[in-house]
Structure formats: structure tokens, C-alpha cells
């Protein structure tokens, strides 16, 4: 579904990302990790067209490296970005109805059935349809931002740090939503803090490390990989 080929992107006349070869399948969960500063947001930010980059970024075979991100949105690939970034004047109900703004031609009923499905993954939303998002904790507005983009119906989904700052309960919460809404069919990429949790949920992993993909393959192998327990999961797991 997803292809990129020798991406490189830059932040003014700094390059973030060097030559950057990386795959997403049909329903599959890829994982991104690296540490601070590795580039990993850069990337998703890359694929969604807000930083300046050159390389290809094939998506069902069709280059979107010079698409405006709009259009990226309109074809199905929706990001939710690291820290959450809800409309927090808003209500719950109207930031996920601004979650269709890439389907103006959709029905109140197509709407109402949207709304049904996220709240089903996220009942607490449901609960909360009339507060300002201002007013959650961290964990409801990490559940808002992941149903607004829902609310796009997404082809692919990139998660930035859906974990970040988040309890331990929350964070397995979260995780047993992602799980299915990747098993309901949607492709996802993962970019998370806790390696070993996108180790577990993923199909695949990549690691990367100053703005280039230093190893890569199965989650299952990487896990087992003796540099991937040093530099990430500790020496013993």
C-alpha cells in the first residue's frame, strides 16, 4: 500500500531524513522506533506533505511526494499527531464531526453510523459527546484525536505517540483499540516510545537512528535482537 523509496526531507537547509526506504502492507501494522530526535515524526510528517523532501512516497502505486496534504487526506491517509492536538473550544461530538471535513458529500446517517463505530471503540467519548475537549484528561483526548481520524475514514493510519504521557491502564486501553481497528482491515503505522508494546502489536518493525533506517524485519526477530534489547527494550525484558 505504502512504498518509499530514498526519501530525503529537510528542514530548511537541514536534512532530517537520509535516504529513508521503508513499506507498509495491506492490513498490516508496521512499527516506527528510534529515540528523540531520530526523525520518526519527521517521517510521518513527510508522508502527510508538510516538510520539504525529495525521493519517492508511493502509495497503491500513485506518488503523493508532491501532493499538498489536503489531497493526501482526501486519498485516505490520515495522521494523528504526536500530542494529541484536539480543538479544545470544541465539543467531543464537534471534534469528531470535524474529522469529515475530507468528505463533504457524506449524510447525516453516513455521519451518525461514523459516530456509532468510534464510540463503540471508544465509549467514553460517548459519554462525554457535550464537553469542551479542553476538559478531558490526556487519555480522552488521545481517544478524541484517534476517533476524529476515524471520523476521515482512513485507508492508512499514522499514529504519532499515541502513548505518550498516558497511565499504564490508558496505555493498554489505547493499544486494545489499535489492535482493532488494524484488524478490522486498516493499515497502520506506528510510531511509539514503548518499543516493546510496538514490538508486540506489530507485523513488522523499523528502526531508526539519526534520519536513516538502521535495521529492519520482523517484530518478532527484532525483539530477540541483541543490539534492538541494548539500545531499546534493556537487557533483560
Known amino acids: 500500500m505504502l512504498k518509499i523509496r530514498n526519501l530525503v526531507a529537510n528542514y530548511g537547509h537541514i536534512e532530517a531524513l537520509h535516504g529513508i526506504s521503508l513499506d507498509v502492507g495491506n492490513k498490516e501494522m508496521v512499527a516506527l522506533i528510534g529515540s528523540n530526535g531520530a526523525g520518526k515524526t519527521t517521517l510521518l510528517n513527510s508522508i502527510s506533505g508538510h516538510v520539504t523532501k525529495t525521493g519517492e512516497i508511493l502509495y497503491n502505486g500513485v506518488d503523493i511526494s508532491k501532493m499538498r496534504p489536503g489531497r493526501i487526506v482526501k486519498n485516505g491517509i490520515i495522521q494523528v499527531p504526536e500530542g494529541r492536538h484536539v480543538f479544545p473550544g470544541l465539543t467531543v461530538m464537534q471534534n469528531l464531526v470535524v474529522g469529515t471535513i475530507a468528505w463533504r458529500g457524506l449524510r447525516k446517517a453516513d455521519i451518525e453510523e461514523d459516530l456509532e463505530r ?120
Open 118 to 237: 468510534v464510540v463503540t471503540l471508544f465509549p467514553r467519548l460517548k459519554e462525554r459527546y457535550k464537553q469542551l475537549a479542553w476538559s478531558l484528561s490526556g487519555g480522552e483526548q488521545q481517544m478524541l484525536a484517534m476517533g476524529r481520524a476515524l471520523m476521515g475514514r482512513p485507508k492508512l493510519l499514522m499514529l504519532d505517540e499515541p502513548s505518550m504521557g498516558l497511565a499504564p491502564k490508558v496505555v493498554e486501553e489505547m493499544f486494545e483499540a489499535i489492535v482493532a481497528i488494524n484488524n478490522s482491515g486498516t493499515p497502520i503505522l506506528l510510531v511509539e516510545q514503548n518499543a516493546q508494546l510496538a514490538l508486540e502489536v506489530s507485523a513488522k518493525a523499523y528502526i531508526i537512528e539519526g534520519g536513516k533506517i538502521k535495521l529492519s524485519g520482523p517484530s518478532k526477530e527484532l525483539a530477540n535482537d541483541e543490539r534492538v534489547k541494548e539500545a531499546y527494550l534493556g537487557k533483560t525484558r
